[in-house]
Nanobody, 124 residues
């Protein structure tokens, strides 16, 4: 049973933009912080960004701060990751995740729910 569904990945040139979406059920979305991890070839899964259940607070990995923006739409039970000024090192599979506590996004093993991932490839 898939409870978080990502979309919006694809191929883009360096400096371009993509917007990822992650949709879930109202029962999950309304009480959980939502966020994103990514995993590049040969590397461990790493935190990217997360937003609190009410949208009042957000955290970002240093490598994406100022370039990526996370937001959520309560009417659509969807969280977005707007990615601008993309770099080759942003290439990875991006995974949506959910947990009741925003602070738990420090560690992927804390996540209550995971999506199946969407590929983002940035080329020169």
């Amino acid at each position: 049973q898939v409870q978080l569904v990502e979309s919006g990945g694809g191929f883009v040139q360096t400096g371009g933009s993509l917007r990822l979406s992650c949709q879930t059920s109202a029962s999950i979305f309304s009480v959980n912080a939502m966020g994103w991890y990514r995993q590049a070839p040969g590397k461990s899964r790493e935190f990217v960004a997360a937003i609190s259940w009410n949208g009042n607070d957000a955290n970002y990995e240093d490598a994406v701060r100022g370039r990526f923006t996370i937001s959520r739409d309560n009417a659509k039970n969807t969280v977005y990751l707007q990615m601008n000024s993309l770099k080759a090192e942003d290439t990875a599979v991006y995974y949506c995740a959910s947990d009741p506590q925003l602070g738990n996004f420090l560690y992927p093993e804390n996540m209550a729910y995971w999506g199946q991932g969407t590929q983002v490839t940035v080329s020169s």
